[in-house]
C-alpha cells in the first residue's frame, strides 16, 4: 500500500526534499472568533510597535467605527439569547421540561459568548479611539510646533 508523502522538491543543487510543515492547529470552532481577533491584535501590535502610528486619521476612525457596529449588533443578538435562555417546555412531561432546560442552558452560554464578544468589540473600539485622539493631539502639536519654526524663520 502506498502513502502519500507531502512535501516540496527543489532543484538540483541543496537539499532534494523538505517536509511540508504541518498547518497550525485549528482552534474549536466556539472560540475562532476569539483565536481570529488575538490573531489581529498580534497582527496591529505588529504593525503599529513603538514607533508610531501606521493608520491615518481616516482609517482610526473608520476602524473604531466598525469595532463599534459589531458591538451593536453583538448586542441585537444578545436580546434573542434572552428570548432562548427564557424558553419553557410546551408540555408537563418530562421530555418536555428536559429538552427545555438543555435549551436553556444553550441560550444562557450563547448570551454568555455573546457579552465577551461585546466587550472585546468595545475595548477594541476604545483602543481605535484613543490612538485616533493621540494622532489627532500629535499632528496637532506637530503643526503648532511648525507654525513656531516658520515664525522664526520669517
Known amino acids: 500500500m502506498a502513502r502519500e ?8 543543487g541543496g537539499a532534494v526534499y523538505t517536509p511540508q510543515a504541518s498547518p ?3 482552534p474549536p470552532s466556539h ?6 481577533a488575538a490573531r489581529t491584535d498580534a497582527a496591529l501590535d ?3 510597535g513603538d514607533e508610531g502610528f501606521a493608520f491615518d486619521t481616516e482609517t482610526l476612525q473608520h476602524l ?9 449588533r453583538y448586542e441585537d443578538a444578545l436580546s434573542d439569547a434572552d428570548l432562548i435562555a427564557s424558553a419553557e417546555g410546551p408540555g408537563i412531561e418530562y421530555a418536555s421540561a428536559g429538552h427545555a432546560e ?8 450563547l448570551r454568555d459568548a455573546l457579552q465577551e464578544r461585546i ?7 476604545d483602543k ?20 513656531k519654526v516658520k515664525g522664526e524663520m520669517e
Open 31 to 36: 472560540d475562532l472568533l476569539l483565536h481570529r
Open 64 to 72: 473604531a467605527n466598525q469595532w463599534a457596529d459589531f458591538a451593536s
Open 24 to 26: 497550525p492547529p485549528t
Open 119 to 125: 466587550r472585546y468589540c468595545e475595548e477594541m473600539r
Open 102 to 109: 438543555k435549551l436553556r442552558a444553550s441560550g444562557r452560554a
Open 128 to 147: 481605535f479611539r484613543a490612538a485616533l485622539g493621540d494622532h489627532l493631539s500629535t499632528e496637532g502639536d506637530a503643526e503648532t510646533t511648525l507654525s
Open 5 to 12: 508523502i507531502r512535501g516540496v522538491a527543489h532543484p538540483v
Open 46 to 48: 505588529e504593525v503599529i
